[in-house]
């Protein structure tokens, strides 16, 4: 039983990341991130709950610290599969996140969001990490309505995990979107082709994680959205003075 379960676990960091499985293992081991992974495998949105202060965000980047290789995606001190999110209460609709079309500009306006996931697709052995920073401050259902509905979308397609168009294929029919996006004509064609072709699907290799307080200034969440998602609280068993 417990070579079984330690085996599990070592095929799971395989898959995140081929630099030192074992020694990432033993981590996971002791600090509880394994769960976090092994949840993430199952369903690509997860829920962490608890107190203000509790350190709920920096786990997330602790996960991308664990699972992000070195080099190209370095950026600095940042790990560059990760992504901080911080939701604001006036959210209520998916603009913020998706973007939108301006008539002033003629444009389509290209958010960190979607840069993020087409940077994602660049690296798809590598999990990439959306933290949705106090996620409940606005109406879960109403800004990420879309992201939710998407998900149930989702089908293997030759040992791919597919799903429906996010953003669709005419927005990248423009030349400046593509440029807002960092793609270029030759070292990322294969990608530009498939956004133009499928538009902007899922990448199987994002995993949202958002961060909740359950107080007076919070939203409750839908049954949409807890059917979706994968839920932890966060408790503190002592306070040491």
């Known amino acids: 039983m417990l070579s079984a379960f ?16 074992i020694r990432l293992c033993l981590k996971i081991v002791t600090n509880g991130t394994f769960y976090l992974l092994a949840a993430a495998k199952t369903k690509p949105v997860l829920i962490l709950g608890g ?8 786990k997330v980047k602790e996960l991308a610290y664990l699972t992000c290789p070195k080099g190209e995606l370095q950026e600095g001190q940042e790990p560059g599969n990760y992504c901080l999110i911080s ?13 939108y079309y301006s008539n002033i500009g003629k444009k389509y306006v290209v958010t960190d969001f979607i840069k993020f996931l087409v940077k994602a697709m660049k690296h798809p052995l590598v999990p990439f990490y959306v933290c949705m920073d106090e996620m409940n401050l606005a109406p879960v259902e109403e800004y990420f309505a879309e992201y939710l509905s998407v998900l149930e979308s989702r089908k ?11 953003v669709p294929a005419d927005i990248f029919a423009d030349e400046n979107a593509l440029k807002a996006l960092n793609l270029d004509a030759e070292t ?15 990448p199987q290799n994002v995993i949202v994680i ?5 107080d007076d200034t919070t939203n409750s969440f839908s ?3 807890i059917d979706r998602a994968m839920t932890f609280e966060t408790k503190i068993d002592s306070i040491e003075s």
């Open 87 to 99: 939701v604001k209460p006036n959210w209520h609709d998916s603009t913020e996140l998706l973007g």
């Open 188 to 202: 990322d064609k294969e990608i530009i082709e498939d956004l133009q072709q499928n538009g902007l699907c899922l």
């Open 210 to 214: 958002g961060t909740v307080n359950m």
């Open 51 to 58: 107190f203000s202060g509790t350190g709920t965000s920096m």
């Open 156 to 166: 293997v397609v030759d040992g791919q995990v597919k799903s429906a168009a996010l």
């Open 223 to 225: 049954r949409k959205v």
């Open 6 to 21: 330690l085996l599990q676990k070592r095929q799971i960091i395989l898959i995140f990341s081929t630099q030192k499985p």
